[in-house]
């Protein structure tokens, strides 16, 4: 009870990032459950200097409201501090934060959101139509973040249409896999180009996006897809059969749900194209100079994928789908990295994807030019 409560504690939030470091992250969100249930209001500080991936934050900021009398402030620096006002995250966590009127240098996605009473309606279409026009926000902001370079760029048509499907896609996994448990199953999402360095040392544009998803995990809805599944049931066993000595079942399933034609889909054409547009588009706006930057986190139930190097980018297969198996072998018969692929000690009711890219103008133009 917490008028008997005598502990006290203060908590360090360090290498905040599900890109960088997803296990350590996720056992500061176990520390944050744990004080909440023993200790009286404490201190959190947030040690980072900068904002290493906006995903973590975005799950912060979603479960922060909802702790007892949890936190007497802490320590959070400048840099940190503007980012949680530019993209709304400070209005999520109902907190103050000092000088809060200085967000320059920060180009924001402020935060959207399904929330839990909208997807609790019946309302199937208005949901979708919410998804959609973040769509159409999130390519006008990418396409704005383009438009800051020097020079300036721009999505083609093409691109722009399936990598806002792909966004759009991650956010439909909220209604496509919670009404089935009656989950909650909002969806969130966020993010914002931060302009980094000066005209000496060149000013670097480094582009951060989290989306966040309540429900079902991504391998557990494939596992319940009917088995009359030509879409998934025959490629899961045949991957399964071959790599069981490595990966669980969901797990398993999670990897196959980045390879293009796997899909709930059944009866018809093969969908699953979403998550091979989004690491291919990603992976092309993002393979300039800042290489060592990029990273895509998948955290979905126990399951956890990185797509960093060396394995970022699909390859073509003869039937013409994109796929991706995290080894060097590029097939689905060998096992994947187990520093790309591998199971969390937690497990996460829904899906957290963090993406981090950096924007640079030479490699953009050889894209353009195709030279």
């Not at 996720?26 to 900068?50: N, Q, T, V, W, Y």
């Not at 000066?198 to 494939?222: A, F, K, P, Q, W």
Request: aromatic share 10%; net charge neutral; glycine share 10%.
């Amino acid at each position: 009870p917490y008028p008997k409560r005598r502990v006290k504690r203060e908590l360090e939030l360090s290498r905040f990032s599900f890109i960088d470091d997803p296990i350590q992250t996720l056992d500061s969100f176990k520390g944050i459950i744990d004080a909440e249930c023993i200790s009286r209001p404490c201190k959190m500080h947030f040690a980072d200097e900068d904002v290493l991936d906006v995903g973590p934050y975005l799950l912060l900021s979603l479960i922060y409201p909802r702790l007892s009398k949890f936190s007497l402030g802490g320590i959070m620096l400048p840099r940190v501090q503007k980012i949680y006002t530019a993209v709304g995250l400070k209005e999520m966590m109902k907190i103050a934060i000092r000088n809060d009127e200085d967000i320059t240098g920060i180009d924001a996605f402020p935060v959207r959101m399904l929330s839990e009473a909208e997807h609790d309606s019946e309302n199937i279409a208005a949901q979708l139509s919410r998804a959609e026009k973040v769509q159409r926000e999130f390519i006008a902001c990418v396409n704005g973040w383009l438009g800051k370079l020097t020079p300036p760029f721009r999505l083609m048509p093409r691109a722009e249409t399936n990598l806002g499907n792909s966004i759009g896609e991650a956010l439909d996994n909220a209604q496509r896999h919670g009404l089935k448990k009656l989950s909650h199953g909002g969806w969130w999402i966020t993010g914002y180009m931060a302009r980094r360095g000066n005209d000496e040392t060149g000013i670097r544009h480094v582009c951060y996006i989290g989306i966040l998803n309540e429900g079902v995990s991504i391998g557990e809805s494939l596992l319940q897809s009917p088995k009359e599944n030509s879409n998934f049931w025959p490629q899961f066993n045949a991957y399964y059969g071959a790599n069981k000595k490595y990966l669980t079942r969901e797990l398993a399933s999670t990897v196959l749900a980045l390879q293009e034609g796997i899909s709930r889909n059944f009866g018809g054409a093969a969908g699953g194209q979403g998550f091979s547009d989004l690491l291919e588009y990603i992976g092309l706006l993002g393979g300039g100079r800042g290489v060592d930057t990029y990273g895509i986190t998948i955290l979905s139930g126990d399951s956890c994928i990185q797509v960093k190097r060396p394995y970022v980018m699909p390859a073509v297969g003869t039937d013409g789908h994109r796929f991706i198996w995290f080894n060097e072998q590029n097939s689905w018969q060998h096992p994947p990295a187990v520093d790309q692929v591998f199971q969390m000690p937690y497990k996460l009711p829904g899906t957290a994807i963090s993406i981090r890219f950096e924007l640079d103008p030479k490699h953009l133009d050889v894209l353009a030019t195709g030279t």
